[in-house]
């Protein structure tokens, strides 16, 4: 597997746009320290945060759905056992997906997925995409598609920062073209948390463990409905600013945290909609900043 630390810059370079004002990178700062601070400030932040949750959850969660399907493509896995797997990939250029790693789990580098655009009511014909980078420790992969390339309208914006409160959609693609939404709420970055040992034992038979990835930044995003499989790899995308905030990665329970008591604000948070403790509500993302520097890895490489 190809894995660097270094980063150069993008054959087919992303339009990135900024998000964020000065003001409002204060607020991003808040949030970081409301999931890990304690005392007032955490019951400040906490507040702050149930407020966005409860306004972002009142808003239909199919709003924004007709944008981010079309920054999407569904990514089709036949490993050695023969089983089909199916999630979804983000063009980051004419020619190279990111998803999610756990997504192509079973395929080594130089194998070949399938990958096709998502339309409303259509998906395009499959494009063979080789798989050229492997990372499980950041929970993400890159293809290369082999002939066919992207028209630029499929290839998103990237937020530069995350925005404390934002909304943001996600969509997933079945096979026969069905769309699934969800939508969540914008609530930090951290180092992954640590998860208990039975979600983690679980999780791992589908790739590499969460707690062995716990080192990596993470997007916490709060989800106004349970979710369920099928959205990894997919785009994160904030509504707003219309641009994608991370790669969807794991969703998980607060009862699946093995460490509760740091996230006082986002437990607080999802009480406000009277959600049970072991509800699948809490989506994890893979930040731009992490996939844009293994993106250049592989660019320099190709």
């Not at 810059?9 to 992303?14: D, G, I, V």
């Not at 509760?260 to 809490?282: F, H, M, N, Q, R």
Request: a negative charge; glycine letters at 6%.
């Amino acid at each position: 597997m190809i894995y660097a630390e270094h980063i150069d810059t993008l054959k087919y370079e992303p339009i990135v746009v900024r998000a964020l004002s000065a003001s409002k990178r204060w607020l991003m700062l808040g949030a970081t320290v409301a999931l890990f601070g304690c005392g007032m400030s955490q019951t400040h932040q906490g507040k702050e945060l149930a407020i966005a949750y409860q306004n972002n959850s009142s808003i239909q969660p199919a709003e924004g759905k007709d944008v981010v399907i079309n920054y999407q493509v569904m990514v089709s896995v036949r490993p050695e056992d023969n089983k089909l797997i199916n999630g979804m990939g983000i063009p980051l250029n004419p020619e190279l997906i990111v998803t999610a790693d756990h997504v192509v789990d079973g395929l080594e580098v130089g194998d070949l997925a399938y990958v096709q655009l998502g339309r409303l009511g259509k998906l395009s014909q499959p494009m063979a995409a080789e798989v050229v980078l492997r990372s499980p420790q950041t929970d993400l992969a890159y293809l290369k598609l082999v002939e066919s390339r992207f028209e630029p309208a499929v290839v998103p914006k990237w937020c530069e920062d995350e925005q404390f409160g934002s909304r943001v959609a996600m969509s997933k693609l079945t096979p026969d073209s069905r769309v699934t939404t969800a939508s969540g709420t914008v609530s930090g970055i951290t180092k992954r948390p640590l998860m208990t040992e039975s979600f983690n034992a679980e999780a791992s038979k589908e790739g590499f463990p969460p707690n062995n990835m716990h080192s990596e930044p993470v997007s916490w995003i709060l989800l106004h409905q349970a979710m369920s499989g099928g959205f990894s790899g997919g785009a994160i995308y904030d509504v707003n600013n219309q641009c994608v905030v991370a790669v969807s990665s794991l969703i998980a329970s607060f009862n699946d945290l093995a460490e509760p008591d740091l996230y006082g604000s986002v437990y607080e948070a999802i009480k406000t909609k009277y959600w049970a403790d072991s509800s699948k509500v809490i989506a994890f993302g893979v930040p731009m900043q992490t996939v844009m520097k293994l993106a250049n890895t592989v660019t320099a490489k190709l």
